[in-house]
């Protein structure tokens, strides 16, 4: 399993301020924690770049990403294309990709794009369980670079399409994405916004933190974009120079499917609630009865 994915002294290498020593220090507090399954130097690595070397702060994103992982597996866990039809259907639905190259600060960069504009066949949870699956496969097995970008790119969306959001989906999957998923989230750009951009930030502004929203940017003008995400970046349909639309699509289709090794492995990794030292996690423990996201506490 671990030749597949990338060698943590690659990870050493592109990272001089990633430090072998302090990674251990994690992993050894890692086994420690009876109701983490066993993971590897990786996994503990890539954490700690992602809270830009904060051992404390990455405790805390292991501790929040197995949990979360444990408790809801029905937004995060894996859904096998080859057996599960809804899930095959709904990669047709949208575009979830990584482009060819990075920015020049060595940013990743994540596309989703509306394909089937039907509102009747768009699932919001299932985008967000694809765009959680490309991530985890990327930074595992490419890397996690310096960062990731996500754009969003809102043509073709309608009023419909919002209303098909989920209010506890919806906050679940913000603590996840803000507190748990390994990876320095830099910026979400929302290009081609609809007419209820101001509505759809309503929804999800009580469920991001302050630094999060700042870095949500909403651009009217295309060209705004490409100052953070240069044109040469994008595919050949925005005038750039990666490939087509159509061509990334399939691309990434097949990824997810190329990969079920991976995500049958990562949906492994998650905290085994019978075994926690102390009192047991639950949904509503976690996330509040109220509605107010708790957070963990890390010993």
Known sequence: MANNMLDVNTLYEQDQKLKKNEVEMLLEWCKQQRHFPKIMELQAALALHA???????????????????????????????ETNAAFREALNVSFIGILPEKTKE???????????????VYNPQIDFKITDMH????IHVEGPGNGFVLIIDMKGGVFGHMTKLNLSETKKNMVYLQSALPIRLMYVHFIN???FMDKLLAVLKPF????????????TNNNNL????????MPEDYGGKAPSIDILFEKSKQTIYDNKWFYDYHDTMVADE?????PRKNVDSLFGFDGTFKKLSVD
Request: net charge positive; glycine share 6%; aromatic share 10%.
């Open 274 to 278: 019978s075994k926690r030292i102390g």
């Open 51 to 81: 809270c830009f070397y904060s051992i404390e702060q990455a405790k805390s994103c292991l501790e929040h990403f197995f949990t979360i992982r444990g408790l809801c597996p029905e937004l995060l866990g894996h859904a096998n294309p």
């Open 226 to 233: 490409y100052k953070y995400v240069p044109l040469e970046c």
């Open 135 to 138: 991530i985890l496969r990327h």
């Open 106 to 120: 060595g940013y990743v960069v994540v596309l989703t794009k509306l394909m089937n504009t039907n509102t009747e």
């Open 193 to 195: 916004v609809v007419p």
């Open 208 to 219: 991001i933190n302050k630094e999060m929203f700042s870095k949500l940017m909403v651009h």
